[in-house]
């Protein structure tokens, strides 16, 4: 008999013979439509589980469970009431939780077995399995994120209750404008420093990626943290206070005695100029457009003198800031100084302001 016999392959996926076509074109790799599918379906599963393995979820939280730890510690050094102390330890411990499942799901994708997991946990196989399903996991880190972010606008301004609408809302943007330039002044100290992202990290016990967020601006940090990162890099955290406290969206209270006024005035101002990346005073003079001298631009970053509005304006302006976050600074020490809140001595060191 005339002919050529047929010649067969294994299917790529069931490993089952079947008989390549003959001519031209491509040939075909599986035996049936149903074969190539549960190929395909196969191979995508591998790559997100690819994709999970290069962004685990575990380490995205462990960075924000170390900035609620840090919290901890700071309202327990603050002697912070005990409703405080246990309503922060419970944010950790559900942070904790919702880490464990994280780390859980990215062994998982590792290719760890329930068996190992079960090991890992100390529990048994249908416990881990019951306890760590993908699905469960899933919708528990989805509710992590709505709590997130339904809390987010409350954290924003913890001492704002009681403001109008309108003044929560200029609330929030002065606090994303304080938040920017807070990044800037620890972006300036970092580069000054010479030190690497990794060094700080390491120094820091923080991980290099949330390092870098909090010099991006992606993050704000925790008083704490900011102290460390800058006396590492070499500067003062005295001179980011009031930026720190309007970033968080800490509403000052209104009256202080005139040398705590003029304290925070000053950090503001001082902040502003670290943010802008302590520029020389000559350069300062040109952005004011002649309202200031250099001698001026001394004596208000030294403390030697409280500025008039005008002077205060053009030197915030200059820094390239709003002169309206200020405001309420300058305007705090005039007030003190109008009703005699704590009168000077004469041998105090605080000057009188000018006139304004």
Known sequence: ?????????????????????????????????????KAQRKRDGRSAQRARADHPLGRHIAEDLQVLAASLLEVEYD???????????????????????????????????????????????????????????RRQLERRAADRAERR????????????????KALSKASERASAKLASALWYLHQA??????????????????VSRLLSGER????????????????DPA??????????????????????????????????????????????????HGVLTTQDIRDILEGQMVPTWEATSALVSALDAWPADIRPLWEAVHYAFLVCLDPVPHESAVPRPDGG
Not at 226 to 234: A, S, Y
């Open 1 to 37: 008999m005339g002919g050529n016999s047929p010649r067969y392959e294994d299917c790529r996926h069931c490993q089952e013979p079947f008989v390549q076509k003959e001519g031209p074109g491509r040939k075909k790799a599986y035996c049936s439509i149903t074969c190539r599918q």
């Open 79 to 137: 002697g912070q009431p005990l409703e405080v102390l246990l309503r922060t330890a419970d944010e950790v411990a559900r942070e904790v939780e919702y880490y464990v499942a994280a780390a859980v799901q990215d062994a998982r994708s590792k290719g760890a077995g329930w068996g190992s997991v079960a090991d890992a946990a100390n529990v048994s196989r249908t416990t881990a399995r019951t306890t760590w399903a993908e699905s469960k996991v």
């Open 153 to 168: 606008p409350r954290a924003a301004a913890p001492h704002a209750e009681g403001l109008r609408p309108e003044q929560g």
């Open 193 to 210: 420093s010479g030190l690497t992202i990794k060094c700080v990290a390491q120094r820091t016990s923080l991980s290099p990626s949330h």
């Open 220 to 235: 704000t940090p925790t008083w704490s943290v900011l102290c460390t990162l800058v006396r590492l890099c070499g500067g």
């Open 239 to 288: 001179d980011l206070r009031v930026l720190f406290e309007n970033a968080h969206g800490l509403v000052p209270l209104t009256r202080h005695a005139v040398p705590d006024a003029a304290e925070r005035l000053l950090a503001a101002l001082q902040g502003l100029y670290l943010a802008a990346g302590r520029p020389e005073y000559g350069r300062v003079r040109q952005a004011s």
